[in-house]
T-cell receptor, first 111, second 114 residues
Framework: GDSVTQMEGPVTLSEEAFLTINCTYT??????LFWYVQYPGEGLQLLLK?????DKGSNKGFEATYRKETTSFHLEKGSVQVSDSAVYFC??????????FGTGTSLTVIP | DTGVSQDPRHKITKRGQNVTFRCDPI?????LYWYRQTLGQGPEFLTY????????KSRLLSDRFSAERPKGSFSTLEIQRTEQGDSAMYLC????????????FGEGSRLTVL
């Protein structure tokens, strides 16, 4: 079945460091891929998405490229800020209407 | 505020009791989802409505769980004869059929079963 595997955390970085959170997927069909973010005390919200191979999603300085050949959708940011501290979830939707989420990666950015 | 709202935010109950959670989606959204999230895990799909029709249910949803969306607006999730293993965060999300790629989540209802 469809599934998402993402890098386990927690991840702690200094401000302005480079961030990568790995995500790989297994899916039947042609999935759309997402990154959701959950800030402390808030609900999950969409960060970025890509709907087909080689698409790059971007938002708030974060980027992720849909790589069909490696079944990956790694999240990157060149320079993290304290305000980026949150839990990040990789997700996919394939043929059905179910979203499949990864287990989440907690990021803490220290000044 | 026109976001997704859930009520109650936190419910503590004794094992064997019934509990009900309510979700009010964004008004123009015709799709509504329920997810369950436990500590250190991502959201797990429970069930999905398009308007008032329940179109999909996860195998995780035992017969003690029932969900309704009677008029295609708000939804309720009831858990009967609660067990300690039901302790989790229950998340509601909505979307519209034009942009099914984005789910709008509520802040969740946390259930603690003693």
């Amino acid at each position: 079945g469809d599934s998402v595997t993402q890098m386990e955390g927690p991840v702690t970085l200094s401000e302005e460091a480079f961030l990568t959170i790995n995500c790989t997927y297994t899916a039947t069909g042609y999935p759309s891929l997402f990154w959701y973010v959950q800030y402390p005390g808030e609900g999950l919200q969409l960060l970025l998405k890509a709907t087909k191979a080689d698409d790059k999603g971007s938002n708030k300085g974060f980027e992720a490229t849909y790589r069909k050949e490696t079944t990956s959708f790694h999240l990157e940011k060149g320079s993290v800020q304290v305000s980026d501290s949150a839990v990040y979830f990789c997700a996919l939707i394939s043929n059905g209407n179910q979203f499949y989420f990864g287990t989440g990666t907690s990021l803490t950015v220290i000044p | 505020d026109t976001g997704v709202s859930q009520d109650p935010r936190h419910k503590i109950t004794k094992r064997g009791q019934n509990v009900t959670f309510r979700c009010d989606p964004i008004s123009e959204h015709n799709r509504l989802y329920w997810y369950r999230q436990t500590l250190g895990q991502g959201p797990e799909f429970l069930t999905y409505f398009q308007n008032e029709a329940q179109l999909e249910k996860s195998r995780l949803l035992s017969d003690r769980f029932s969900a309704e969306r009677p008029k295609g607006s708000f939804s309720t999730l009831e858990i009967q004869r609660t067990e300690q293993g039901d302790s989790a965060m229950y998340l509601c999300a909505s979307s519209n059929s034009v942009n099914t790629g984005e789910l709008f989540f509520g802040e969740g209802s946390r259930l603690t079963v003693l």
